[in-house]
């Protein structure tokens, strides 16, 4: 059974970089893309950008400036970098497995985001 | 990047009835690569549909897809209490991957 397990910091301020990470467990890590999602509160979903094992990325034109997404094959992890938050960041923000070509079919637990001074 | 619009916003049925969601891009899909998710408040969003038409494992045989190209539709036979949530079709053929705005599914 896949388990995708997520952390990182709930509260920011203004201007701070967010930095998740996501744990995969279960399955092949090398055979897929992965992928962070987020979702504003009371709002839909938004793609933010995804990677596969050997580090190829693609993201979200409205974040690229801003996003770094990184992999970690050793630890079957994969984590979200996004610099310079504002308030319009604050979200829930979820890991997946899936992206290019492949459906998301595997959600970790989400992590609220909360940018506030 | 491909645009994709659901409708209706917001459908109001009673439980039983059948339930029919659309989801219309503003360019082909590639490959049929769309999916359908169903999100329930507080959780996180579950794929229900591949492919247009593929039911994800343990998925119930009263959701059923069809379309290609640039038109797509979710169907629920017979609304069961729980199949009340918010559904979301996504592309991910293209970059950058979208989803459509959501079709609320409640309770008439």
């Given amino acids: ?117 | 990047e491909i645009v994709l619009t659901q409708s209706p916003g917001t459908l109001s049925l009673s439980p039983g009835e059948r339930a029919t969601l659309s989801c219309r891009a503003s360019q082909s899909v590639s490959s049929s690569y769309l999916a359908w998710y169903q999100q329930k408040p507080g959780q996180a969003p579950r794929l229900l549909l591949y492919g247009a038409s593929s039911r994800a494992t343990g998925i119930p045989d009263r959701f059923s897809g069809s379309g290609s190209g640039t038109d797509f539709t979710l169907t629920i036979s017979r609304l069961e209490p729980e199949d009340f949530a918010v559904y979301y079709c996504q592309q991910y053929g293209s970059s950058p991957r979208t989803f459509g705005q959501g079709t609320k599914v409640e309770i008439k």
């Fill in chain 1, 1 to 117: 059974q896949v388990q995708l397990q997520q952390w990182g910091a709930g509260l920011l301020k203004p201007s701070e970089t967010l930095s998740l990470t996501c744990t995969v467990y279960g399955g092949s890590f090398s055979a897929y893309y992965w992928s962070w999602i987020r979702q504003p509160p009371g709002k839909g979903l938004e793609w933010i950008g995804e990677i596969n094992h050997s580090g190829s990325t693609n993201y979200n034109p409205s974040l690229k400036s801003r996003v770094t997404i990184s992999v970690d094959t050793s630890r079957n992890q994969f984590s979200l970098r996004l610099s310079s938050v504002t308030a319009t960041d604050t979200a829930v923000y979820y890991c997946t497995r899936g992206g290019w070509g492949y459906k998301l079919d595997y959600w970790g637990q989400g992590t609220l985001v909360t940018v506030s001074s």
